[in-house]
Nanobody
Framework: VQLVESGGGLVQAGGSLRLSCAAS????????IGWFRQAPGKDREGIAC????????YVADSMKGRFTISSDNAKNTVFLQMNNLAPEDTAVYYC?????????????????????WGQGTQVTVSS
């Protein structure tokens, strides 16, 4: 399994970015894609997750209304659309992959539920 994130960069507060996570590998192992982020000196936190088989999505309460997760299954890519960004959104953003059980057992925001991780992409929001 390989996960490659892209789309990060520098954006002004109030701006938008769309991150991409291109997944390759055994479908079972990439049935669920999750997005996480880690700011300097802080723990990694869950943002959103998605079942690629049935399209079920979850977004963390603190990010609802600004962040949206979607996919293009034909391209094996999952997106994270981020709007109205603020300086506190500055972090390294990671996508992760796991089996369908991650969603089925309500573990979509649990770091240890995922078996595979991308290298991360930096998002910096300037004030």
């Amino acid at each position: 399994v390989q996960l490659v994130e892209s789309g990060g960069g520098l954006v002004q507060a109030g701006g938008s970015l769309r991150l991409s996570c291109a997944a390759s590998g055994f479908i079972f192992d990439t049935a669920v894609i999750g997005w996480f982020r880690q700011a300097p000196g802080k723990d990694r936190e869950g943002i959103a997750c998605m079942s690629r088989s049935d399209g079920v999505t979850y977004v963390a309460d603190s990010m609802k209304g600004r962040f949206t997760i979607s996919s293009d299954n034909a391209k094996n890519t999952v997106f994270l659309q981020m709007n109205n960004l603020a300086p506190e959104d500055t972090a390294v953003y990671y996508c992760a992959a796991g089996p369908q059980s991650v969603i089925d057992y309500g573990l979509g925001f649990r770091i240890t539920a995922y078996n595979y991780w991308g290298q991360g992409t930096q998002v910096t929001v300037s004030s």
